[in-house]
């Protein structure tokens, strides 16, 4: 969490003392927002189609849940400085893919998987980074699937390609990371390393259920294929 002096200090470093240049700025930045804005809603329809679709004639939805959130503008600050890179309106483009951030929650592990690549093979998708915290986890646990991915957004004499970042990952992964992120910002916490030990702990037992509660919904489609088999004439 940035600090009133910290966001006071890079405030001015991008925003300048003429109230003209000042205003034409901040409309820059709204422009440059409302296109993140238009991205989500892209991506989101996109994932709202699927979801719909693969729900159809009975079948278990893969999604049970889409969030999305554009950055704050301090956080954006924020993280151009901590790259290292120019604070400016360009700047925010050129180097942040996760301006605009879609989670999508997941019933079952194998429906992460068949929904980032269904989102992948879209010809108006283009994939730009995969991260595999599921296959690769964090050293502290941390699970889900990072995509980032590009959509052309169309606007009124233009289409811009837009990136946004889409985290896919399952209700248990997505407990333990809200909860994780949350007493992340308790600075004061004695014994860091054990409460860190037993985060990890956690994180292993969430990922073993995973794993568990998709091996019995196979075991009950397997049933399920039997009796129907079963009951033919
Ligand atoms: P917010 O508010 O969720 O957007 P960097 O972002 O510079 O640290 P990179 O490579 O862009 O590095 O990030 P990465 O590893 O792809 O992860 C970015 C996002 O994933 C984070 O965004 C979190 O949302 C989530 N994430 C990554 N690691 C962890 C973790 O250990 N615990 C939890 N709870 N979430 C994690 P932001 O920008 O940190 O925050």
């Not at 301006?99 to 998987?113: E, L």
């Not at 991260?131 to 050293?139: G, S």
Request: hydrophobic content about 40%; overall charge negative.
């Amino acid at each position: 969490m940035l600090s009133e002096d910290k966001a006071k200090e890079l405030m001015s470093e991008i925003l300048p003392d003429d109230p003209e240049k000042m205003r034409e700025i901040l409309e820059t930045f709204d422009v440059l927002m409302m296109r993140y804005d238009s991205a989500i809603r892209e991506v989101r329809t996109k994932l709202e189609i699927l979801n719909d679709e693969l729900s159809l004639h009975g079948q278990q939805s893969p999604i049970s849940a889409i969030n999305s959130r554009r950055k704050k503008p301090m956080s954006i600050l924020e993280k151009l400085k901590r790259y290292g890179v120019e604070v400016s309106l360009d700047s925010i483009e050129k180097n942040l893919n996760d301006v605009a951030g879609i989670r999508v929650i997941c019933s079952f592990v194998d429906d992460i998987y068949k929904v980032a690549a269904m989102l992948a093979r879209q010809d108006d998708i283009k994939v730009v980074q995969i991260k595999d915290y599921i296959k690769n986890p964090k050293p502290n646990g941390y699970r889900s699937y990072h995509m980032i991915v590009e959509v052309p957004v169309f606007f009124s004499n233009e289409k811009r390609p837009m990136r946004v970042e889409v985290q896919i990952r399952t209700v248990a992964m997505d407990f333990w990371a809200s909860l994780e992120h949350k007493m992340k910002y308790k600075q004061d916490i004695e014994n860091a390393e054990e409460i860190m030990a037993q985060l990890k702990e956690c994180a292993d037992t969430i990922s073993e259920t995973d794993m568990k509660m998709m091996r019995i919904r196979e075991k009950i489609r397997a049933d399920r294929t039997e009796q129907e088999t079963f009951v033919q004439p």
